[in-house]
T-cell receptor, first 114, second 115 residues
Framework: AQSVAQPEDQVNVAEGNPLTVKCTYSVSGNPYLFWYVQYPNRGLQFLLKYITGDNLVKGSYGFEAEFNKSQTSFHLKKPSALVSDSALYFCAVRDMGRNTPLVFGKGTRLSVIA | GAGVSQTPSNKVTEKGKYVELRCDPISGHTALYWYRQSLGQGPEFLIYFQGTGAADDSGLPNDRFFAVRPEGSVSTLKIQRTERGDSAVYLC?????????????FGEGSRLTVL
């Protein structure tokens, strides 16, 4: 079965500092990996995905994520955080070889402090 | 409309009542998904449609939950004999791709409160 772990419920970072939101996954085959962001009273918005190719994936709003197969991780990063990045972030995984639904982690709340 | 539209945005009902939640996906998207998000949790898969048929309904918690998509566009999630534990935000998403590499486009959700 597929699963995603986001070990931090909350991440606090000062504006201008780099940020990392952690994600590890478990699938029986190879993974398709996604990050979504949820702003207050808004729907989930797609940020970026890893399907194949370069392990470093760049997405919307200056975010990037690095796929690490040996550590089964897909951490979300941004070099310089903005207050407007404060939101709830969800990591999600699908098994490449099977037509299974996208499975989400429980989310990490990012708070960027001015 | 430009995005996935869900109605109602808020629904308050009493235990035991019947509820319908509607999802209007992005035009031309063949795949449609229903998820449920409880407080402090990530979205939990309920059911997936490819066209008019339910390709995977393994996430429906019990037979009180049912969903349809009769013309391959709008979908309705139906909950019978609602229970307090059904209170959650019900999310709908659509995708233009039939494979599993595509991202999902989510609506803003329908918040269901069962008193």
């Amino acid at each position: 079965a597929q699963s995603v772990a986001q070990p931090e419920d909350q991440v606090n970072v000062a504006e201008g500092n780099p940020l990392t939101v952690k994600c590890t996954y478990s699938v029986s085959g190879n993974p398709y990996l996604f990050w979504y962001v949820q702003y207050p009273n808004r729907g989930l918005q797609f940020l970026l995905k890893y399907i194949t190719g370069d392990n470093l994936v760049k997405g919307s709003y200056g975010f990037e994520a690095e796929f690490n197969k040996s550590q089964t991780s897909f951490h979300l990063k941004k070099p310089s955080a903005l207050v407007s990045d404060s939101a709830l972030y969800f990591c999600a995984v699908r098994d490449m070889g099977r037509n299974t639904p996208l499975v989400f982690g429980k989310g990490t709340r990012l708070s960027v402090i001015a | 409309g430009a995005g996935v539209s869900q109605t109602p945005s808020n629904k308050v009902t009493e235990k035991g009542k019947y509820v319908e939640l509607r999802c209007d996906p992005i035009s031309g998207h063949t795949a449609l998904y229903w998820y449920r998000q409880s407080l402090g949790q990530g979205p939990e898969f309920l059911i997936y449609f490819q066209g008019t048929g339910a390709a995977d309904d393994s996430g429906l918690p019990n037979d009180r939950f049912f969903a349809v998509r009769p013309e391959g566009s709008v979908s309705t999630l139906k909950i019978q004999r609602t229970e307090r534990g059904d209170s959650a935000v019900y999310l709908c998403a659509s995708s233009p791709e039939t494979g599993n590499t595509g991202e999902l486009f989510f609506g803003e959700g329908s918040r269901l409160t069962v008193l």
